[in-house]
């Protein structure tokens, strides 16, 4: 796939397209890393601490067992 700089202020942007943003499982609050080689850029998301992990799989777990978790808290 070749991609052009957009014009974003007085800086350049580089769009990702949404069928990319989604194999990578990033949004568009999604810290992004940007390293380079000198030659090349790396852009990959930052990766995410153990407590942040547990908190989005507790959020995940909550909303999808909502009703049987409140059934057994009763």
Same mark, same amino acid.
């Given at each position: 796939m070749v991609k052009?700089? /957009? #014009?974003? =202020?007085? !800086?350049?942007a580089l769009i990702i397209d949404k069928p990319i943003m989604e194999?990578?499982?990033?949004?568009?609050? /999604?810290?992004?890393?940007?390293?380079?080689? =000198?030659? !090349?850029?790396?852009i990959r998301p930052v990766e995410r /601490?153990?407590?942040? #992990?547990f908190e989005k799989l507790l959020k995940q777990t909550c909303e999808q067992y909502n009703e049987d978790?409140? #059934?057994?808290?009763e």
């Open positions: 052009s700089l /957009t #014009k974003h =202020g007085n !800086s350049y194999l990578l499982n990033i949004a568009p609050e /999604t810290p992004l890393e940007v390293t380079t080689d =000198g030659k !090349s850029l790396l /601490t153990r407590q942040e #992990k978790l409140r #059934k057994l808290a």
